[in-house]
């Protein structure tokens, strides 16, 4: 096992769910790997109980398929896989087709840094039944996880109300791009540097940090340890306060600052990492202006979220800056999206697009059929509504009825005169050929700091936000409901609500 | 950005926090760099509310540390970084002497699938101080999530009582590592198969999956699908039931069954992924039963996790296979461990060893001074007892009273005569060089089969465990309260609680 270095080398085609190869082989077995299929990619609720979510991962979404092949080891492995009667899982015509599979999907998907609602595609796959199939797993995995990630980072930094927010979450995610994918997840969704070093370098965030309380304690008092911090970063100077005595801390702080000045240096600040927050962060503020540091910054640290946040923000606690870790990174409160990945139609042997439903007892479970996109109104600067929409609509008309997928008494009429329409899903892949132009991560963070703009802090209220509106345009609304009852065969003889 | 293919082609030394290497500087700076130190990665409390922890990780902490170095473009990287003045960050000197590191520290660990408990260190690295600082964040981020994820798997794999447990998690792991560390971790703790073909293909875990509801949809008919994928697997058949409505959905597996069974096959099983899994199940063992399929298997899905399936086996549901993902692979009610890494003794510049202590204003974050290891008393196979004691200790003694860390009034007194004696932390590096011979997965899982039988099912408990006795040895409390007394500095002028 060699995690550390090889493990991603080799092609990922195999960082998927058994199922889909199976699946696969039953297609490729049945006639059906190359008929054509549509399927889409999206959530059903925003996460932590918010009003949004940020659309955050595209840019692995497209690695992962322009590198999507299966190497000469990952065939090995699968033709090793032997049926209870000890003959090949999966035949050696399969395995040759799996050789030569290249990727020719179309692939559409919103852009990292949109803020996107439940039940709109994130990514629409069409292509071959198989390929598409194939694509499920790994999609979801990179989606669902950069999603959150990016939604968590917006809601922090939205409770910091504009004070820098520094993500230090390494230690605590999962896996190690469970903290690079956060890393990255988190400076879209607003922070302003991380700890992760690895990050840094590969994606080209910010860096920061200073020191542990393990430096402190590797010298024999505070006031040594960190006189000998200024000695070595005399312009970058944030010491941690509290590794024996907080108070004791910002004194010997404050002594080592006046020798710095005394060299022509300032201190940037102190760093506060446990305790009470709200206390300590404001005798810390009154002792640093007293004693004629007015500028430096207090960071503060130490398990927190946008709730704590919030609440030491109206508590008037003394930060600056806010260094967030665990909760972020994992997303602590909900450490999974939920996304889903759904086929929506599929081409017959006569070569007509059916639309597909998948009937669930739970209505929320219902997908939208056919091939849809969605569309975003804007008026003054300001979202109005999402409408999704079946492609073969007319979007030039005047005027929009959209329903609510789950409850179809929630409507809503739009005129369109005067309205911004900004398209949601755009092309990525067309064929297989990439032909979207990828924006560097900076410009990845500019669009999210101008989609969430383009709501009302209604929207982005932590706890009970109001509802913005989504809906159905109502030919699509109609033909889902119509293949539900087709399916769920209310004419039949016995049927179940 | 290349994160799919040539992320882990380098060296991960920058995978870390940045002030691990503005303290590395600063030791390097103040002629302190390879001043010798000890520190411990212990966690202060079992995850999920439970009585007992797995640890995992170890093999992924060997691969870290034998390829350990800071490569050219990591390096430059840092070469790059600026202070406010335009001088470098780091000076060339300390990027050669970088350049030129080595790993040479001595390196213990519990081994993989060992019961643990708080306060017990799972890691200790004594070396180098500037080395063991900056392994600080990648021996956390590796053993706080494996670790996590291990404990979970046991959790869930006890409330299911012997069933099969399925890992299906890699679409809502917390990225691509998230999954296969996650997969290999659950195997460890007691599940039965991944569906995750990656970590099948790297750990030799076996996978495991059919079809989805996808499969059905692409197909006109339910029964058409099911035959088709008869067709294919006529040895693999688990047919999902709960596309469209899953009492139709068992009478069609039930009537692919019979057609599989004329040509000399059976059918395994079926799978219920939504709706009510007690009431299901039960109607679908009556129809399977009555049908003449007594020995068809139920496999049940829907987010699932150690609550929710011991509640389904006190309603007596009729599931013989359980497969479980997010909740899994997320550790979705807690995710992150939160292990933590301390300075615990330092060397000072006349070669004497001083034990350290970080004091604390929260009493269970004061950590454990000293150079330590940890012993566990077995008797007639059943653990008694673990006791955390000084490297010094002479452990041929006929008693030892262990003292609670946290509650000095909670004390045990050992009598070690016909106690069995094993030592929890054993040696994996001496100076740089690997001793440690590792066990390959099969071996680790039986060991944490072993362990996990060594400790009585009240300390397994779901909720409100028995609480198993580790405590420090008196000689290493008194050494510890004596650290804190003189930090907290009582005699001085004033002092705080």
Redesign the interface.
Known sequence: ?????????S??A??????????A???W??G?AE?E?V?NLFFRKNPFQGGFTLAAGL??VI??CR?FRFDK??LE?LAEMK???GTP?FESAFMEYLEHMEFKCDLEAVEEGTVIFPHTPMVKVKGP?IQC?LL??PL??IM??QTLIATKAARITYAAKGDSVLE?G?????????????SRASYIGGCSAT????A????GIP?????????I??FDTELEAFE??A???P??CVFLV????T?NGIKNAIEVGKILRAKGKEMLGIRID??DLAYYSNIAREMLDTAGFPNAKIVASNDLDEQIITSLKIQEASIDIWGVG?KLV???DQ????AVY??SA?KNTEGKWEP?V?????SI?INIPGEHNAIRFIRNGKAVADMIYLETEDLSKTSFTIIDPIDPTKRKKIMTKGLEQEKLLIPIFIAGQKVYERPN?GQIKENARRNLNLFDKAHKRLVNPHIYPVGLEESLYQLRTDLVFK??NYDGEE??I
Do not use: C
Not at 1 to 9: C, F, N, S
Not at 16 to 22: H, R
Not at 175 to 180: E, V
Not at 207 to 215: D, E, I, K, P, Y
């Open positions: 096992m060699k995690i550390t270095k090889d493990l991603y080398q092609s990922l195999l960082l998927t769910d058994f199922y889909q190869l199976t699946m082989y039953a297609y077995k049945s059906k008929q299929a399927f840019d692995y690695d992962f590198n080891d990952d492995y049926n209870s009667d899982t039944l199939q499920e797993t979801l995995n669902n996880f230090f390494l230690r605590r995610a999962q896996g190690i791009d469970g903290a690079l994918a956060a700890s992760n070093v690895m840094g370098k590969l994606f860096v920061s940090g200073t020191h542990a309380h393990s430096w304690m590797s000998a911090y000695d070595a970063f312009d970058k509290d590794t024996y005595d108070i446990s305790g665990t994992t997303a602590y450490p999974a999206l939920g759904k086929l599929i597909k998948k009937v669930s007892q739970q479970k991560l399916m769920k049927s179940n």
